[in-house]
């Protein structure tokens, strides 16, 4: 910890956290964003929550890039999605932050107000006119005065839609539409989910086709497959300027198979929901053009992130300027939330312009290294900036797939050069090789034409609109003669999910697409996240060494740094597991009549893992028991898989092996290591 007196300067530390899932933390100092991070990043388990009674290993990792402790706080302010009022969410009982009782002020803020405050905030715009879409937000006792005077009747409910009216620090609310009871999406056991949001209504469809109802991006990425056989009032209607959904099309859906099966049938389906989401969008903007003067819209939330609508509004003609913030699902909540503070305490809104997705703390060369040395199988073969560009743009030629580590991590889910997985678009191989043998997903999803901004005219229709897309959260067709130049970054439709990168502002993508584009005379990469699947996307040197060697990349590049296999590992179970948790704990389930059987459905192993930021705890499955049982810190992978045959009378398949191991390590419960050189 610093002394408070030259941590501060003269500008306020504030601390925003998103207490919610996808949660998330952000320190600024002044008007400055010093550092924001999602938790999923650090925990390793996607989508990972933030409760704001107990400790979080973002608020840590945002206090250590900070130099500063909670005491040098001049305001925590929380915007919680669940009841303020509940112990889970309640700040006054969390240890981490205990400094901050009764010495440093917090306060929290409804979800959607954090969202909207994220977009103003970091527009730069004077003024704007601000939607805010997603699945669910906070509850009606948990909103303002000013919120609440909107809801038409005393039933009160949740947030599903909110219309706002912004400038300086002030921002209004114009409209509310609100959930009865919290129930956003109506989970049915062997059916489709019935909804009562339009992001329930996407999560809905997701749910059917891949039984997840995360996987929102996975229908966009399908809808351009299928033609509409459902129209969009099949999905709801809008009564006295209020949404009713509709169960009909969940009435169809009545069975548990999942994408492959019904393949034509989910294509329609997704295509219908997505002509759904835009009727729905177009006629909320017609609504927010009616009551508010401004002509600058900035729009965010979960369902901000659906591109081919938000590409409509960037060419709507109504709107002057249009801005939808990277993180626009709910870990950029934390950024509004501590800009929200911020204005608090100054009354003042600077209208600083967020730029670049670029919030993570950077790592020094010496960290790096330090990875390097701590992993095994892994070897430098280039160093200095320019020979690994060089190397870098050759083995890409070559076919080969690259990770790419440059500086700060982005925030949102968008990889946009700070934590990527690149490749040559012009391969038609690249693709399927890719979605296969990297990604392990579904053939059909796209990936992403990173391109040198002032060349984006040259590939792209964009006439009559801007050619900035530096978030990836446009789409745009391809012009006639270009698509087949790069097939692997080409959707089914002719269009491309577009991320422009700027020369003029020191962008970590900027020098490798300009010296692939003086190879190759085309100014576009291949960008998609730098992940495995099921995983958050890389934070630190060592994720980006592990996802290289558990996922199939050819190499990765930290900073100046070329790093491949160095051949002493065919796979993970040659290395030797070795246990790291502090404590394991069995959960058994107590049923009226006594104990239950310690069996797969009654017990959970409850595991307390240390990290760079701090102890988490974990729940494991109890058919992990076996794995944890079998490990003794000498015994090698497959060593490990002998054991667990010997106790239990099956040996695991070796992938499904290195699997829950690659999977345990992610976690912190275990570290893997090179076996030990047998001595003379």
Sequence with gaps: MTDRADARSTEPWVLGISASHNGGACILQGDRIVVAIQEERLSRTKRDRIRSSRDS????????????????????????????????????????????????????????????????????????????????????EDMTPDEQSLVPDAAGGWEMISLYDASGTTIKPLEKHMIPNAGWLLMRPGAMPRFRSLGGMYSAVA??????????????????????????EEFFTVEDGRFLFHDGIPGQFEHRRRWPECEQEYRNLARSVQGALEVAVDHLVDRLTSLSASRN?????????????????????????????????DSGI???????????????????????????????????????????????????????????????????FAGWFQGASELGPRALGGRSIVADPRSPEAKDQLNGRVKAREAFQPFAPAIL????GEWFEVEGTSTASPFMLRVWPFKPGAAEQVPAVVHVDGTGRVETVSGDDEH?????????????????????????????????????????????????????????????????LDLVPVLRAQQFTLDALLRPDGLAEKGPADTVLLVRVRTPWGVREERLPSVIHPVIAAIDGETDGWGVREKIGASTGSAPEPRQLAMALSQLRRSSVIELRARAEPTE
């Design 57 to 140: 290993l973002a608020v840590a990792y945002c206090l250590q890039a900070a130099g500063i402790g909670p005491g040098d706080l001049d305001l925590v302010v929380v915007c919680a999605q669940e009841p303020v009022t509940s112990p889970e969410y309640d700040i006054a009982f969390n240890r981490q932050l205990a400094l901050v009782s009764g010495k440093v002020p917090w306060l929290t803020i409804p979800h959607h107000l954090g969202h909207a405050a994220h977009a103003f905030a970091t527009s730069g715009l004077d003024d704007a006119a601000i939607l805010v879409v997603d699945g669910l937000g906070s509850p009606f």
């Design 207 to 232: 749910a059917q086709l891949f039984g997840n109802p995360m996987e929102a991006g996975k229908v966009m990425g399908l809808a351009p497959f299928g033609t509409p056989t459902f129209a969009p």
């Design 453 to 456: 901004e002032d060349r984006a």
């Design 297 to 329: 819209l900035c729009y965010s939330g979960g369902v901000a992130l659906n591109c081919i609508v938000n590409e409509t509004l960037f060419r709507d003609p109504r709107f002057r300027d249009v801005y939808i913030p990277p993180a626009a699902e």
């Design 508 to 572: 970590p993508f900027y020098p490798l697409l300009e010296r692939f584009a003086r190879a190759t005379g085309v100014p576009i990469l291949l960008n998609t996240s730098f992940n495995g699947r099921g995983e958050p996307i890389v934070e630190t040197p060592e994720d980006a060494l592990w996802c290289m060697l558990e996922n199939g990349l050819d190499f990765v590049v930290l900073e100046d740094r070329l790093v491949e296999r160095d051949g002493s590992l065919r796979s993970i």
């Design 334 to 400: 934390a950024i509004g939330a501590a800009y929200y503070g911020l204005w608090h305490l100054t009354g003042r809104n600077t209208h600083r312009t967020l730029r670049k997705d670029a919030v993570g703390r950077v790592y020094s060369r010496d960290e790096i290294d330090q990875a390097i040395q701590a992993t095994p199988g892994v070897k430098v073969t280039r160093c200095g900036a320019d020979e690994v560009l060089d190397a870098t743009v050759s083995r890409l030629c070559g076919g080969e």
